[in-house]
């Protein structure tokens, strides 16, 4: 110490080395002498640690335990330091208590130091030196109440009086920013404990200008955790991965800063570890896993034995162990998983907050064990051991016992609790266990303060056991609240690519949803499920495009409001989408509570939907692994018609040979196309038809009657506008009847309100590349484009260079016809990049999202003469983001797209049909979809056994 120069970032290190050798030897000899200078220098500690240093608190106990001794030896109270008053003392015995409190959970010692740090904080008049000081004591000490019993009150009382205890500290002094850094602790525990996003956006906007404000200082590593560490909660709230990629990017530099300073590394190695297994989850990269397993790893090695925070490390340390096997099926990996949540409860008291999750998290460990759910069912040799299945389910009741006070984890537990019951009705035929399981399930979705992806997976969670255990009145409950939390899991705090990951996460709920609800007779929830589970993004979008007139009539200023809000969501903003979210939901709330204004923006009501069927039914084809429905929806209501022979593993199955199938040559695909369209009459087509009396081919003078169709899920991708046995001379659906598909109800109540009755010449975009870069040449794009031009005088013509994504872009708003003769291109992996390949599409395609960001006034039909318009991944098919539907959101109330490529060749001929049909019909576009079933009839019989010519083409909307 003597060669240590004063203000070295050293002294404090060597203190403490040199107290524990005064200590050690003190305890050896027992001189007054030894006692008297570790009292000096654990006096001395106090003083120079900074309050909101992680050693502040062990320098406390040490020294609360060295007086002790002192009175004991002597009789004598140890003395104050020179200079400090009454207010002082407080204020440390207070931070002291509540110190040693996390060491004994004795919880008088944490009422004694709230009772010393209020007297303080009364006695430190305004402007005094060491308010601030005293202040973060009584606050922490509310805090840790907070925390530790679920005090909400403690927790607001705390953020309050931290807030103080910052505001009265001067911008320059050294404690200022560790008062920050308090207080984005103290927000993110109220948030935890309440639920309420508002606190956490609160804490980050704190913890980042505490960051900032220390950059290149000692207290830049906490500062740079602490931010860290609420970003991660924000990701967790609102599944944004941008804001998860920044938590990690702040503990990394956090963790490599504080890689000299042993006080506080463990715990940064912890959060990083906790965010590298949220960002493994999310991206599948098996080199993160590797990495959070060794920062879980390393944290708990760092920690001793006698940590208060070694349990909720070595619980950790179990969850990303626990990930390992399910990724690798490692079942080491799993058996070290147990070990370390063994030990994580072993080392928590039972009356810690934390004892219910890492009690239920080792549950959920050994249920895996057991189980092997990574493991195919017909592969798992052996039964579960029901020994320690029994634990499991023991533990699991055990956890749920003591009511959860943090809002925040409440679905996670209660869900982890209902999967380890779960298994005990499986494995142990525990009935009790089920009815708890279900309880425990419906609790967590309808835990308010909880994420909503927590809830939503306790919902399907709910309807998966309900239909299980053949209870589907219950599963329909289930599967209808976490379809009714969709809209708020990839609400609009979300980008694009976010929002579909989530969606995509549950993708098929509305169906099990819908299944469920016919499975006790209960067509209209199914209709109005399917309504609300799919095409969630489309729906958000339409709902910035609605009839505002009204509104404008009764409050132009909501009116206006409303409008630049949806408005920028639909830009690429640089502003905090949560805040923006946040005001459009308070924007929605104020017009809600205008007379008349109620239903403002709700789901639509079933006389809406019937409404739609005037000109003819809409039908849901209803896929899901509990049961095939067709719903049929006329102005008279809502029928259902069992389907039998088909199944979701069957969809799968043919989505798959078909795709498969272009793979392998013409002739192979011309095979799968036609068996695929006469499983599609057998299964589907003509039970419905059947159902509808449309038995029969319309007389020939008369009118044809239409039918809208509305696959669910991955048929949306399958033929279906095409069904019957066209090789045979058998039964053909466009012998019957003009299709049409939509992917909602709502979807075609869009695209009629934008229909209008225009027999003018028709204001045409024409866009042909017939040389693409970096793409196959198009010679018939040419040829459509020719004779469009001189079809239709005046249309404007885009041809090659001169179609750039800007040039169509300028070109669209003035058009009320398009016409693309292009290459597409679908992007599996994010359908809202898919794109019409236009000159620079390398640099600046033409994407779905510029698309559907459009509002075109005049817009009425348009043509997509160009490869998978009409398809998008299987995982999100119930979103239909592709080209087509992008075309339909813009504006265009009629759409013709395609579900494969079509051969160049034959391009032209089919576009010369359609708009030789729509020119000489008076009334234009009105009746495009005629138009379409003339001319897929005409290719058809001209090309019988080449369906992949006839039946890729779709119509869609009015």
Not at 159 to 168: F, M, N, P
Not at 195 to 206: N, P, Y
Not at 482 to 504: I, S
Not at 847 to 868: I, K, T
């Amino acid at each position: 110490m003597e060669l240590t120069p004063a203000g070295s970032a050293d002294v404090l290190d060597r203190l403490k080395i040199l107290a524990y050798l005064l200590d050690d030897r003190y305890r050896a000899r027992g001189a007054r002498d030894d006692l008297a200078e570790l009292l000096l220098v654990r006096q001395t500690l106090v003083a120079h640690t900074p309050v909101t240093d992680p050693r502040h608190s062990q320098n406390l106990v040490e020294l609360t335990t060295t007086e002790r001794a002192w009175t004991a030896l002597t009789g004598e109270r140890p003395k104050a330091t020179p200079g400090w008053e009454r207010a002082d003392t407080e204020a440390e015995a207070c931070g002291r208590y509540a110190a040693e409190f996390e060491q004994t959970r004795d919880s008088d010692l944490l009422e004694r130091a709230i009772e010393l740090g209020r007297s303080a904080a009364a006695a430190t008049p305004a402007g005094h030196p060491s308010r601030g000081v005293r202040l973060d004591h009584f606050a922490t000490a509310l805090a840790t109440r907070g925390e530790a019993f679920g005090d909400r009150a403690a927790l607001a009382e705390a953020v309050i009086i931290e807030r103080e205890a910052v505001a009265c500290t001067s911008a320059g002094h050294p404690l200022r920013v560790q008062f920050m850094g308090n207080l984005a602790v103290n927000l993110n525990a109220l948030f935890h404990a309440t639920g309420d996003l508002a606190h956490l956006m609160d804490a980050i906007d704190v913890a980042r200008r505490a960051a900032e404000a220390t950059a290149g200082q000692g207290d830049h590593p906490r500062s740079l955790g602490i931010l860290a560490v609420v970003l991660h909660k924000r990701f967790r709230v609102t599944g944004e991965l941008q804001v998860l990629s920044e938590a990690v990017d702040r503990a990394r530099e956090s963790v490599r800063l504080g890689a000299r300073l042993v006080a506080g590394q463990a715990q940064r190695l912890s959060n990083l570890g906790a965010m590298l297994s949220d960002l493994f989850t999310r991206t599948g990269d098996a080199s993160v896993l590797d990495e959070a397993i060794d920062a879980h790893r390393a944290a708990a090695d760092v920690t001793a034995d006698d940590d208060p925070g070694r349990a909720v490390r070595l619980a950790n340390l179990g969850g990303v162990l626990g990930m390992a096997y399910e990724k690798f099926g490692d079942r080491n990996a799993l058996r070290d998983a147990i070990a370390a949540r063994r030990a994580s409860v072993a080392a928590t008291p039972q009356d810690s907050p934390h004892w219910p999750g890492h009690t239920a998290s080792l549950a959920a460990a050994l249920g895996d064990w057991c189980t092997n759910p990574v493991v195919p069912a017909a592969a798992r040799r052996e039964p579960p051991d029901p020994q320690v299945l029994a634990e499991a389910v023991g533990l699991a009741r055990s956890a749920v016992q003591r009511p959860e006070q943090d809002a925040y984890s409440r679905a996670g537990l209660l869900t982890r609790v209902a999967n380890v019951l779960a298994l005990g009705f499986r494995h142990l035929g525990d009935g009790d266990a089920l009815t708890e399981a279900l309880g425990y399930y419906r609790e967590a979705a309808a835990s308010a303060g909880s994420p909503a992806e927590s809830r939503a997976e306790a919902a399907d969670r709910w309807g998966d056991l309900a239909a299980e255990a053949g209870q589907f009145d219950v599963a329909a409950e289930g599967y209808a609240a976490a379809v009714r939390l969709l809209p708020r899991l990839a609400g609009r705090r979300l980008g694009r690519e976010d929002a579909q990951y989530w969606l995509g996460r549950f993708a098929g709920v509305a169906a099990d949803a819908a299944a469920c609800a016919l499975a006790v007779g209960d067509e209209v929830s199914a209709v109005t499920l399917l309504e609300s589970g799919r095409c969630v993004l489309a729906a958000q979008t339409l709902d910035s495009r609605g009839d505002l007139s009204d509104l404008r009539e009764r409050a132009p200023e909501l009116a206006e409001r409303f409008r630049t809000l949806t408005a920028e969501f639909e830009t690429d903003t640089a502003s905090d989408r949560v805040a923006l979210a946040d005001e459009l939901d308070a924007v929605t709330d104020r017009i809600r509570a205008l007379p008349g204004m109620e239903r403002f923006l709700r789901p639509p009501l079933l006389t809406d939907l019937t409404a739609q069927a005037h000109e003819g039914p809409i039908v849901y084809v209803n896929v899901s692994r509990h049961r095939c429905d067709a719903l049929i929806i006329t102005p008279d209501g809502v029928r259902s018609r069992a389907l039998d022979r088909l199944s979701e593993e069957t969809v799968s199955h043919r989505v798959r040979a078909l795709h498969t199938a272009f793979t392998k040559g013409r002739l192979a695909a011309e095979q799968a196309i036609h068996d695929t369209l006469e499983w599609l009459w057998d299964t589907i087509v003509g039970p419905v038809l059947g159902e509808l009396g449309l038995t029969a081919e319309p007389a020939a003078d008369g009118p044809w009657p239409r039918i809208w169709w509305a696959p669910v899920g991955p048929l949306s991708l399958l033929p279906l506008h095409a069904a019957g046995h066209h090789r045979d001379g058998g039964p053909v659906l466009l012998d019957r009847v003009v299709s049409s598909t939509t992917p909602t109800i709502r979807a075609l109540g869009h695209a009629r309100a934008g229909r209008r009755d225009d027999r003018n010449e028709p204001r045409l975009l024409v866009v042909a590349m017939p040389h693409t870069p970096d793409a196959p040449d198009l010679p018939g794009a040419q040829a459509e484009a020719d004779h469009l031009a001189a079809l239709i005088p005046g249309a404007t013509v885009l041809v090659g260079a001169d179609a750039t994504r800007d040039a169509v872009l300028d070109a669209l708003p003035a058009s009320g016809w398009a016409h693309f003769a292009c290459h597409g291109y679908s992007d599996p992996d994010n359908p809202s990049d898919s794109h019409l390949a236009l000159h620079d599409h390398d640099r600046a395609p033409l994407r779905v999202l510029d698309l559907s960001r459009l509002r075109l006034r005049n817009a009425e039909f348009a043509f997509l003469s160009a490869c998978d318009t009409a398809r998008t991944t299987a995982r999100l098919s119930d979103e239909a983001i592709h080209p087509l539907a992008a075309f339909q959101i813009a504006g265009f109330s009629q759409v013709v797209g395609t579900l494969w490529r079509v051969d160049d060749v034959v391009a032209p001929a089919f576009s010369q049909q359609l708009y030789g049909e729509l020119i000489a019909d008076r009334s234009g576009a009105l009746c495009a979809s005629a138009a379409v079933h003339r001319t897929v009839r005409q290719l058809r019989a001209k090309y019988p056994n080449l369906p992949s010519v006839w039946a890729a083409h779709v119509h869609a909307g009015a």
